[in-house]
């Protein structure tokens, strides 16, 4: 392992440090790459914008409308089952396979309180992942600054996760869930992180990838007991959707309208899109905000931690599901990782900075060889 240079805002060297020339070389055109990929954003279909007023026609609000009606139906003693597939007729969505129907988890909860108390209840979960992180984040990096840079880009990722009218959206909830889950993990202090990610998997069933991504993570860390703890959460979420799928059976008929599949087959530069319209990047020109996914994918990739690369996997997990399966119309599967994304950008002056400096020791070793 060569000796990598100082770090210039962490604390440690970046996972990239020391790396020898030409693995440092192969890295940079690895880079590269990425970065001409994220412009494949500009042959990929545009998402409904995911945060934000400006240019939002009525009909993208109209997800949150059938979930507030179910919210409401169900405050006022409706059955979820049968009020949720009534409203979903209404406004002829899809009622098969039983997926189409959201899992009862959020509306339940949110009839089952005051309106003010589940506003506070958000702020109060995004407060608390601002928080995790700032702890998490606390021994990273060697001066304040950057931290607090951090913590701006995590700002940035939750535009769309404090905005009040997106209360009753699933994926509103489970990501700020996911982050949470993600900002409590710790090795050997896994249990809260498994709540907080069973507790995402139970409102959305899309978040069960997580559950799975963390459980392969932590086999190949070889940490077999936690690795257990979150194959539980997705067999307690697998009886959960099984249940589910029974009680949706009692109320839906064959001639019920069936959903058109999920094989989009949308590439790379969709979920490079969707990554722009889920956080604050969709103030930036495209041209800008593309590159800037994917270098907050390689900051994530530069940081020298389990965390990090857990983080990364979990990222380019969605990205996969988003690139083969989302359709234009389930941009807001992004919304699962949207929160954490940007805090990416952090790590990246330091990765980018230790492979130029590895990459530029092939042509001092050339040096000194042609010298000799």
Known sequence: MRRGPAPLWLVQPSRFAGLSPRNAA?????????????????????????SGDAGRRDDDLADVVLYETIVANVRHGA?????????????????????????????IVQASVPHAIVVLLLYLL?????????????????????????MVLLA??????????????????????????????????????????LSAAVIRETAGLYLLLMTVGALVEGERREA?????????????????AHAVAQVVGPLDPASP???????????????????ALMIAPLWLAAPLVGLALFGWAAWRDRTGLRVLAVLLGYAVVLSVFGRVDTFYWG???????????????????DLIEAAGDRRRI???????
């Open 26 to 50: 192969a890295a940079l055109a690895a880079l590269a790459l990425l970065l001409l990929a994220t412009l494949l954003v500009f042959a990929a279909p545009t998402p409904p914008a995911a």
């Open 156 to 197: 940035g990722g939750l535009m769309a996760f404090v905005q009040r009218e997106l209360l009753a959206f699933h994926e509103i909830w489970a990501g700020l869930l996911i982050a949470l889950s993600l900002g409590v993990h710790r090795r050997g202090q896994w249990l809260p992180a498994v709540a907080f990610g």
């Open 228 to 244: 257990a703890a979150w194959a539980v959460a997705a067999a307690i979420l697998t009886l959960a959707l099984a249940a589910h």
């Open 261 to 279: 599949g999920w094989s989009g087959h949308l590439g790379f530069g969709f979920f490079v899109r969707t990554m722009t319209v889920s956080t």
């Open 366 to 372: 050339t040096v000194k060889r042609v010298v000799r």
């Open 335 to 353: 919304l699962l990782i949207a929160p954490l994304l940007l805090v990416g950008l952090v790590f990246a002056p330091d990765g980018l900075r």
């Open 79 to 107: 059955g979820y089952y049968d009020t949720a597939t009534e409203a979903m007729r209404a406004g002829n969505y899809p009622l098969r396979p039983f997926v189409t129907v959201r899992l009862p988890t959020l509306a």
């Open 126 to 150: 995004a407060a608390a992942v601002m928080l995790a992180w700032w702890q998490r984040l606390a021994p990273v990096f060697a001066r304040p600054p950057p931290r607090v840079i951090a």
